[in-house]
Structure formats: C-alpha cells, structure tokens
C-alpha cells in the first residue's frame, strides 16, 4: 500500500483541528500529521485530542510536508507565506489554503509562483463534520494532489470543485455565509412558533430538527426541493398558506439579494486583502 503523504497543518485552531479530527477518524494515520502553532495551547489540544505531532517552528514543520495546509487567519497569511518562501526553495510540496478571501495570485506571490496551489473555502459545520467546501487549483495542481485534497475536505462533509477562482465570491456567498441564513431561518421560525403559544424550549427543539430533517430528507432524495415542497403542500392545506405568504412577502428577491452582497462584500474583502 502507497504510504500516506505528510500533512502539515499551519495553524492549530478551530478548522485545522476540525479537518484534523475528521482525517483521523476517517484512519488517516496520526504519525503523518503535523500541526504548527505559536502557541503550546491550541497545540497541545490537537496532540491529547487526536496524537498529532506538534511543533511551535513552523520552518521545522514544512521540513518533511508533502501536503501544507495554511489554517491560520487571513490577515496573517502574507507574513506566514513570506516567512515560509525561503525554506519552501527546491520544494514541491502542494500547498492548500484555507484562508477566506485570499486568492492564489497572491499566495504565488507569497511563496513561489512554481508551487501546486489549492485554495478551499470551507464553512463552520466542518467542525461538525457536515462542511460544503469549495475549491479551486492553479495550474500546477496534479490529478493525484486534487485526490488529495479532496480526501482532506471530505473529511469533514462533501467537496464541490470550481474551475473559476472567480467562482468562489458565490461560493462565499451560498455555503461560507449559508450557514447564518439557516441560524437566522430557527431563530425566525422559533419567535414566530412561541407567538402561536408554544414554550420557547418546544419551539428551538422542533425548529432546529425540523431543518435538519428537511437538509437530509433533500439529501437523500432524487427530487428536486421544489417538489419535496410541493409534496408537504396539500390543496387549502397550512403549508399551503405559509408558503404563499412567503412568496407573497418576496421570499425570492430577499434571497438574490442577500446573497448577491454577501458575494459583492466577498469581491471587496479580496481586493483589500490583496492590497495588504
Ligand atoms: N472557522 C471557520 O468556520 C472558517 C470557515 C472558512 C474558512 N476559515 C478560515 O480558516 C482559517 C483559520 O480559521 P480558524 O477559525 O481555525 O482560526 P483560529 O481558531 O484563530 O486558528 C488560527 C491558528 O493559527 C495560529 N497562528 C497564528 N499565527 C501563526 C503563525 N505565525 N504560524 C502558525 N500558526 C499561527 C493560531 O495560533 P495561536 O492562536 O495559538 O497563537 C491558531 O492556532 C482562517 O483563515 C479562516 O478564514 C475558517
């Protein structure tokens, strides 16, 4: 059996330990994981959590990395990138950032423009293992590191691949912000449900596992959501009511709005990053 690339995570926080986590659940060995951190805390947790190896010198971390993975915060990611140029020289390693917002023009010009690059957009249910990452590879991405990577992300839920790095301001806007769109729909739906006099405790429970229920029941069907909607809709029914109210009240434009600034604030945050 082919040995199993070393993954070297930059940054110990709440994504590297989460990709960590699902990576070693899934049996990706502990031994060929590595993760870099200033500080011993976050290091610390990941190494009693899953038996990682840790490091606080990120040089010494890249050493023997097949795979790099940069988790540290976007603002950062220039000075981690120009710091690793030097000890990345006559290297190949294939570098995965999972920094929002920063494109991989940039990171080529951080770190060496020769370098396989991977850029993914993963969103906050990866520390649940239910993520929807986006991704994107420069040119210099193999067929077998895009396997890789892949592997990685699918780790922690599934994986969708953009050709267009252009593509991922929607990418930012539907599954990066999504999320809140859907903390935002319990937190509605729970205060509509107490004004009809249900207990605020009732109200949470089925408002959470009724989105919930509703994600898998999309997820595991070979209908469309508009039919599974149609389906809960009997003729004069109460579904039939709400949703004409929500179509009434403009629940279509809300949506292509929201969505379109999150994706416009998306273009902007890019620019200023890359202005840094
Ligand atoms: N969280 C999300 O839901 C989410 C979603 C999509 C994308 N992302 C992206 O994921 C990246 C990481 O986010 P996060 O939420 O995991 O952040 P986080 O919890 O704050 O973790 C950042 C990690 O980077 C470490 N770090 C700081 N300076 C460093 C350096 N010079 N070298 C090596 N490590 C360094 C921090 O160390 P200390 O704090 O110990 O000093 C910490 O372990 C961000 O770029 C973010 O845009 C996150």
Redesign the pocket.
């Known amino acids: 059996m082919n040995k199993k690339p070393h993954i070297v995570f930059?940054?110990?926080?709440?994504?590297?330990?989460?990709i960590i986590g699902g990576l070693v659940a899934n049996g990706y060995p502990p031994g060929m994981i590595t993760?870099?951190?200033?500080?011993?805390?976050?290091?610390d947790a990941v190494a009693s959590q899953y038996k990682v190896n840790t490091t606080i010198d990120?040089h010494r971390a890249v050493a023997e990395a097949d795979i790099i993975v940069?988790?540290?915060?976007?603002q950062?990611?220039e000075?981690?990138c120009s710091?690793l140029a030097s000890p990345l020289t006559d290297k190949t390693p294939l570098v995965i950032?999972?920094?929002?917002?920063?494109e991989t023009r940039h990171i080529e010009a951080w770190l060496s423009k020769e370098l396989p690059i991977i850029r993914?957009?993963?969103?906050?249910p990866?520390?649940v293992s239910q993520g929807a990452s986006g991704l994107f590879a420069n040119e210099q991405v193999s067929t077998e590191q895009r396997q890789r990577a892949d592997e990685i992300f699918q780790a922690v839920g599934v994986t969708e691949w953009i050709t267009e790095e252009t593509q991922m301001h929607g990418i930012t806007a539907l599954s990066?912000s999504g999320p809140a769109y859907f903390f935002l729909m319990m937190e509605a739906l729970e205060d509509a449900a107490v004004k009809t006099g249900m207990s605020r405790e009732t109200a949470r429970k089925l408002a959470i596992q009724t989105v919930l229920g509703a994600a898998e029941m999309a997820k595991q069907s070979d209908l469309e959501p508009a039919q599974l909607k149609r389906n809960v809709m009997s003729p004069g029914g109460t579904t039939e009511r709400a949703i004409q109210s929500f179509e009434e009240g403009g629940i279509r434009a809300l949506f292509e709005t929201a969505v379109g600034a999150a994706a416009d604030r998306s273009k902007e945050l890019a620019d200023l990053l890359g202005k840094k």
Not at 97 to 102: E, F
């Open positions: 930059i940054g110990a926080g709440n994504m590297a330990g989460s993760a870099s951190s200033p500080s011993q805390e976050h290091l990120n940069l988790a540290v915060k976007p950062i990611l000075a981690v710091d950032s999972i920094a929002a917002g920063v993914c957009m993963p969103n906050t990866a520390l990066g």
